[in-house]
């Protein structure tokens, strides 16, 4: 019901081996939608969780600092108690999911309950205009490729495109994370750095991709 999935070590290793351009022990690592914290894997880094699922924080907790809450709600450092002079980096695998799939009454007003500026059918691209908000430094997340490519979407991005630009990438499929399903789509692993032209879809237009397989397009 919540579009989440645990993200396999080696899709984590490509997080990290993204960032290493960045020094990393100058920033806080943040994972919004942390679930049992995937992604919280070096000792001498300072990370930040945050997740709905209560159970998930109590777990995530026994690694670093977790916060159970509602990431898309009422969005702000203060919130999760970022200093406003912190560097930050957003790390994670947020969920992508349709809210108006087929999903039990009693549970989707409390987990679809978010900022009017954040709202949209896609709760992947409401997590990303959340970390527009967050002003974030760099951004490395896995997120449907259709985000970027299909017009749409892109302009869904909203603030989000307006202030922050692709530097990095790699494609891999969704079988990684759902290898029984029908039908399969692109999942980008994207790294973005805070930039105040952001991108145009142009841009993306002309922008080389490169998959997981060693292929590009």
């Not at 949209?120 to 997340?141: E, K, M, N, P």
């Amino acid at each position: 019901n919540l579009g989440s999935f645990y993200t396999p070590k080696f899709v984590v290793e490509i997080v990290y081996k993204m960032l290493e351009k960045v020094n990393l022990k100058n920033f806080l690592l943040f994972d919004s939608s942390c679930g049992y914290g995937d992604f919280f894997i070096y000792d001498d880094l300072c990370y930040l969780g945050a997740d709905i699922d209560k159970i998930a924080t109590k777990e995530a907790s026994k690694k670093v600092r977790v916060l159970h809450t509602n990431s898309l709600l009422n969005v702000s450092r203060e919130k999760f108690e970022i200093p406003n002079n912190n560097r930050l980096i957003i790390i994670g695998n947020p969920p992508y999911n349709d809210k108006t799939s087929i999903i039990r009454s009693e549970i989707k007003k409390e987990l679809f309950a978010v900022d009017k500026n954040l709202a949209f059918r896609d709760l992947g691209i409401s997590f990303l205009r959340s970390y527009a908000l967050l002003d974030a430094d760099f951004v490395c997340v896995l997120h449907p490729l259709s985000y970027l490519i299909k017009r749409t979407n892109f302009n869904a991005l909203s603030i989000f495109k307006d202030n922050y630009s692709l530097i990095d990438n790699l494609v891999i499929s969704s079988q990684i994370f759902t290898p029984n399903s029908s039908t399969f789509f692109p999942i980008i692993i994207a790294l973005y750095e805070k930039n105040s032209n952001g991108m145009s879809y142009d841009f993306i237009q002309n922008y080389t991709f490169k998959t997981y397989e060693g292929q590009s397009f």
